[in-house]
T-cell receptor, first 113, second 114 residues
Framework: AQSVTQPDIHITVSEGASLELRCNYS??????LFWYVQSPGQGLQLLLK??????LVQGIKGFEAEFKRSQSSFNLRKPSVHWSDAAEYFC???????????FGRGTSLIVHP | GAGVSQTPSNKVTEKGKYVELRCDPI?????LYWYRQSLGQGPEFLIY????????DSGLPNDRFFAVRPEGSVSTLKIQRTERGDSAVYLC????????????FGPGTRLTVL
């Protein structure tokens, strides 16, 4: 069965520090991959997506993610975190021929001043 | 422009009651999705509409759940004989056409079944 794993439930970083949120998928074929952010009281917002081509994807708000087939990973990164980045982050995948996106359980980002 | 809106934002009901949750997608978006998000979990797919028809309803947990989109815009998720386990945030999203297009999410409806 298709699955998406976000191994870190909470991540705490200091403002200005770099950030990496982990995401692993399990399935034989290469999926479409997404990262979303959910702030309190807000709907999920798409940060970036990967379908094919360049494995380093740039997104909004200074985020990027790198697809690594050998590790079945799609980790989200940001070089310098701002306090406003504190939110819940979800990795999601979609496999070709399916209409059903699979979401990870999310990683809660806490930013210390 | 206006984003995806969902009403009500909060709904408290008693076990066994019937509820309707409404989603207004972005104008012109033909694809519409419903998800359920339980506490501490990611969204779980329920149903996907393309226009007026349900292209995939395999995520609906049982026959107490039903969704319609009669005119290809507004959608209503209907839950009969609610159970405490139905308590969750119900999210709606829309996109221009296909499943790989960017989905725009509404703020959700928090359903609490007492």
């Amino acid at each position: 069965a298709q699955s998406v794993t976000q191994p870190d439930i909470h991540i705490t970083v200091s403002e200005g520090a770099s950030l990496e949120l982990r995401c692993n998928y399990s399935y034989g074929a290469t999926p479409y991959l997404f990262w979303y952010v959910q702030s309190p009281g807000q709907g999920l917002q798409l940060l970036l997506k990967y379908f094919s081509g360049d494995t380093l994807v740039q997104g909004i708000k200074g985020f990027e993610a790198e697809f690594k087939r050998s590790q079945s990973s799609f980790n989200l990164r940001k070089p310098s975190v701002h306090w406003s980045d504190a939110a819940e982050y979800f990795c999601a995948s979609l496999w070709g021929g399916s209409y059903i996106p699979t979401f990870g359980r999310g990683t809660s980002l806490i930013v210390h001043p | 422009g206006a984003g995806v809106s969902q009403t009500p934002s909060n709904k408290v009901t008693e076990k066994g009651k019937y509820v309707e949750l409404r989603c207004d997608p972005i104008s012109g978006h033909t694809a519409l999705y419903w998800y359920r998000q339980s506490l501490g979990q990611g969204p779980e797919f329920l149903i996907y509409f393309q226009g007026t028809g349900a292209a995939d309803d395999s995520g609906l947990p049982n026959d107490r759940f039903f969704a319609v989109r009669p005119e290809g815009s507004v959608s209503t998720l209907k839950i009969q004989r609610t159970e405490r386990g139905d308590s969750a945030v119900y999210l709606c999203a829309s996109s221009t056409s296909g499943i790989t297009d960017t989905q725009y999410f509404g703020p959700g409806t928090r359903l609490t079944v007492l």
